[in-house]
Nanobody, 122 residues
Framework: QVQLVESGGREVQPGGSLRLSCAAS????????MGWHRQAPGKQRDLVAT???????NYTDSVKGRFTISIDTAKNTLYLQMDNLKPEDSAVYYC????????????????WGQGTQVTVAL
């Protein structure tokens, strides 16, 4: 099971930028899909962005045009570039490797990091 560790969260002013990183303990070269989620206080955890092996990406509507998900398999790291941040983007951000088929077979593990706090405020 891959272990995930997020970093890069901090407080930033509206309109600012951050890049979150998610370092995997094992190789992610066989992983077909990874994603970023976020959870604000008192709210459910929501999907923010996903990326698949082909490089195709998908974003929730509220972050389209502002956030970019990418992956560096050589570094075993997933990234989330966040630009033009808004106060409503404040949340704990988590990276995730969901259960999925890989070239090595079925991966049943739903792996999550511990999260990194992003606060957007004046």
């Amino acid at each position: 099971q891959v272990q995930l560790v997020e970093s890069g969260g901090r407080e930033v002013q509206p309109g600012g930028s951050l890049r979150l990183s998610c370092a995997a303990s094992g190789s992610i070269v066989d992983i077909n899909a990874m994603g970023w989620h976020r959870q604000a206080p008192g709210k459910q955890r929501d999907l923010v962005a996903t990326i698949v092996r082909s490089g195709a990406t998908n974003y929730t509507d509220s972050v389209k045009g502002r956030f970019t998900i990418s992956i560096d398999t050589a570094k075993n790291t997933l990234y989330l570039q966040m630009d033009n941040l808004k106060p409503e983007d404040s949340a704990v951000y988590y990276c995730n490797v969901p259960p999925q088929w890989t070239v090595r077979g079925w991966n049943p593990h739903d792996s999550w990091g511990q999260g990194t706090q992003v606060t957007v405020a004046l």
